[in-house]
């Protein structure tokens, strides 16, 4: 099997999630060899390691990001995670080519319904531009997205509501940890 690593870019897993927290709780048991990088656990104060990340990265073969979309895009934890450990050098430029081949996996948890995303112009695939940008740069192979609808925060304190969200993480962990292992 492929040495995977799973970035999670959510800011406070533990303390405001749901949807992301149970995903990748699934992910330890049914990826057990994956390595699971909790960014808000380990880079509270968004200061990265960066050399520990960029080795975590060049180890690996694929790839995956598990965050929330936050206005359209990445949560800011994940996006500095980028700016500071996709360097020239590293990541990109002519001597940047840690992470050419790696295959890039984007899971992805949303608040609103697949409805809504079908709806705007480009539909769901637009806010993954930045992901797929990335791999151009850096010589990734974009081997796809799993979004998870409809897992707003706000149903959290709804019993039967947060049931159904857990419910449907767990099922979102098994489609991708079968996609991933299928890589």
Known sequence: ?????VVSGHPR??????ANKTILEELTSLLPGAE????????PDYVFDVEAEQNKLAAADVIVLQYPLWWYGWPA????????VFVRGFSHGSTGTALRG???????TTGAGESYYSAQPGGFDRFLAPAMATCAL???EFAGSLPLFGVSYA???D???????VERSREHARRLAEFVSAL
């Open 1 to 5: 099997m492929s040495k995977v690593l």
């Open 13 to 18: 897993t533990g303390d405001d999630s749901v």
């Open 36 to 43: 699971i990088d909790h960014l808000d656990e380990l880079y």
């Open 77 to 84: 934890l994940l996006q500095k995670w980028m700016e500071d």
């Open 102 to 108: 790696k295959k890039l996996v984007v899971s992805v």
């Open 138 to 140: 850096t010589g990734m």
């Open 155 to 157: 149903n959290r304190t």
């Open 159 to 165: 019993e039967a509501a947060r049931a159904d969200m």
